[in-house]
């Protein structure tokens, strides 16, 4: 479960970059953060699936009305705890974890 600190890092981070959020569906603003974070796998093909490769972090809100999801990048955001991630965060670009 989230902290609730991080639920209000998170609030913050979204409406710093993109203020009130309306529903692409039916318009309505009124959202739950999901109380968890979400890999999406990042695949070298399509033709199969690669287990224990690269993952794009992110977290989902959804739409109270709808049920909409919207799926939002933590590197993006800012919110990676994690320097070695995957994610530049100046290019917002997915890139190989640096090792040193």
């Not at 953060?33 to 093909?45: E, I, P, R, T, V």
């Not at 999801?69 to 530049?88: P, Q, T």
Request: with cysteine.
């Amino acid at each position: 479960m989230m902290s609730e600190d991080k639920k209000k890092q998170i609030a913050k981070a979204l409406t710093e970059r993109i203020g009130a959020i309306a529903c692409p569906i039916c318009h309505h603003s009124q959202y739950t953060l999901l109380d968890g974070y979400f890999a999406s796998s990042l695949q070298n093909g399509y033709k199969g699936i690669e287990i224990g490769g690269r993952v794009l972090p992110s977290l989902m809100i959804v739409c109270n009305h709808c049920g909409h999801l919207d799926n939002f990048s933590l590197g993006v955001l800012g919110l990676m705890e994690d320097e070695n991630s995957g994610i530049n965060e100046s290019t917002n670009k997915v890139e190989e974890p640096h090792h040193p």
